[in-house]
């Protein structure tokens, strides 16, 4: 089953890609039936997919987008400083200590 949840991602990502190259949606489909023969995703999928990337041009890239609830790096050079500088007021640092003065998970 997790072979088939794989091969549906890979596909997605096809037609995103596929979507963002310009390339026409009646080229990528039947190239996919080729390549994917019976676990092609069906014609339905395929053209909701392709209409929730063209509402998105121009947002795909490599980095995450910023999310609530999700923790910021740690490490850009401001949250960098601001760990020497809690470290360095400390002589006995534990990480379950000095995890939340700078923010970051305990883990």
Same mark, same amino acid.
């Given at each position: ?9 890979? +596909? %997605?990502? $096809? /037609? ?5 190259? =310009?390339?026409?949606s009646i080229?990528? %489909? ?7 023969? @019976? =676990?092609?995703? @069906? $014609?339905? &999928?395929?053209? %909701?997919? $392709?209409?929730?990337f063209k509402? =998105? $041009? ?7 987008? &910023? ?5 910021? &790096? ?5 949250c960098q400083? %601001?760990?020497?500088?809690? /470290?360095?007021?400390?002589? +006995? /640092?534990?990480? =379950? ?6 923010? /970051?998970?305990?883990?």
């Amino acid at each position: 089953m997790e072979g088939c949840k794989d091969m549906c991602f890979e +596909q %997605h990502d $096809v /037609i995103e890609f596929s979507s963002a190259e =310009k390339i026409p949606s009646i080229d990528i %489909h039947p190239c996919m039936q080729v390549l994917y023969m @019976d =676990k092609c995703v @069906d $014609v339905s &999928t395929f053209i %909701h997919w $392709v209409q929730q990337f063209k509402q =998105k $041009v121009g947002e795909a890239g490599l980095c995450d987008k &910023t999310r609530s609830g999700r923790p910021e &790096t740690a490490t850009d050079e401001p949250c960098q400083e %601001h760990a020497e500088s809690v /470290i360095s007021d400390s002589c +006995q /640092i534990e990480q =379950k200590n000095t995890a939340p003065k700078l923010g /970051i998970s305990k883990e």
